[in-house]
T-cell receptor, first 113, second 116 residues
């Protein structure tokens, strides 16, 4: 079946460290993949988009990699801060049949002061 | 610029009733997509509208429907509500559809629906 997997367990890290979140997908060949941040009770906020021909994308303290061979994307937050604590979602658009946006279930990150 | 707005923010209904939710996208955005978010299933795609036409649809029953108006505002309707329809309903807007490299760029705050 087609799905996106993110680590469902919460990730706790110490302030200042680098947080690395994983997104694995099966049976898709997405042209691009997105990462979002979601705080409790609020809508997701778009962070980064990476295309299949891009290996890496950076924005301030954020870095995303995209390995189409492994069917995996990694999301890094360097010098993490307590304010980075949130749930992070990866998503892609698939054109199997008709286009659909597919979201992972998200990984909850907690940065400890 | 103003963000995506959704109304109402909270709603309580009983089984069997119907509900209509509204979404106003970012000015200039013609694509609106809708999602259902529950703790068990996560964020699931309902449908996407562009220029008043439904372009894509997720795997939800026909009780879930939507439409888009000429000003790009969109509504979604759920008829014959079931307990399992209790969820946070989110809409997102973007310039282009998924078929044109679009993606849900700006999300609204959501409408929290509780079905009793």
């Amino acid at each position: 079946s087609q799905k996106i997997e993110q680590n469902s367990e919460a990730l706790n890290i110490q302030e200042g460290k680098t947080a690395t979140l994983t997104c694995n997908y099966t049976n898709y060949s997405p042209a691009y993949l997105q990462w979002y941040r979601q705080d409790p009770g609020r809508g997701p906020v778009f962070l980064l988009l990476i295309r299949e021909n891009e290996k890496e994308k950076r924005k301030e303290r954020l870095k995303v990699t995209f390995d189409t061979t492994l069917k995996q994307s990694l999301f890094h937050i360097t010098a993490s801060q307590p304010a980075d604590s949130a749930t992070y979602l990866c998503a892609l658009a698939t054109a199997v049949g008709t286009y659909k946006y597919i979201f992972g279930t998200g990984t909850r990150l907690k940065v400890l002061a | 610029k103003a963000g995506v707005t959704q109304t109402p923010r909270y709603l309580i209904k009983t089984r069997g009733q119907q509900v209509t939710l509204s979404c106003s996208p970012i000015s200039g955005h013609r694509s609106v997509s809708w999602y259902q978010q529950t703790p068990g299933q996560g964020l699931q795609f309902l449908f996407e509208y562009f220029s008043e036409t439904q372009r894509n649809k997720g795997n939800f029953p026909g009780r879930f429907s939507g439409r888009q108006f000429s000003n790009s505002r969109s509504e979604m309707n759920v008829s014959t509500l079931e307990l399992g329809d209790s969820a946070l309903y989110l809409c997102a807007s973007s310039l282009e559809t998924s078929g044109s490299s679009g993606y849900p760029e700006y999300f609204g705050p959501g409408t929290r629906l509780l079905v009793l």
